[in-house]
């Protein structure tokens, strides 16, 4: 019997290929996202050292130009905060549709799996059957040569 060979291992190939593929990407945009969320933390610990700076200034007594300025930086810094929130929330939206993608790619990988499976399973069964059969044949024919010796 002829070597066992899936049909469809090219198919197989290219979805693992895929998936492989689409998880460097998803790595790719995890250290994206956690930039983002290192960022988010400096933003956030400079508000927290603008506000309790505004705050010691305050009671020490400042100018209504230095007040302004630093109400407006406090401002401009929380203004920065709520944009990196944005651009999280967004890089989160984009890992989940590619953890999806991923998803997806890995079913149609499994079905393939699993139809590899069923199919070596068959041909193992077919190899059997045969094997049965050749084993047949010859122990009839080895019957049949040493009744014609005799």
Known sequence: MKKYKFSMQKVLDYKEDMQ????????????????????????????????????????????????IVQKSYILQLQEKIDLQKELMAKAAAEMEKQVEKINAITIEKSSIERLKDRNYEEYKALESKENEIFINEFVINSASQKEESF
Request: proline share 0%; hydrophobic share 25%.
């Open 20 to 67: 492989s593929h689409e998880k460097n990407i998803l790595m790719g945009m995890k250290v994206k996202y956690n930039t983002l969320c290192d960022q988010l933390d400096t933003l956030k610990q400079s508000y927290e050292d603008c506000k309790a700076e505004y705050e010691a200034k305050c009671e020490e007594g400042m100018t209504i130009t230095q007040v």
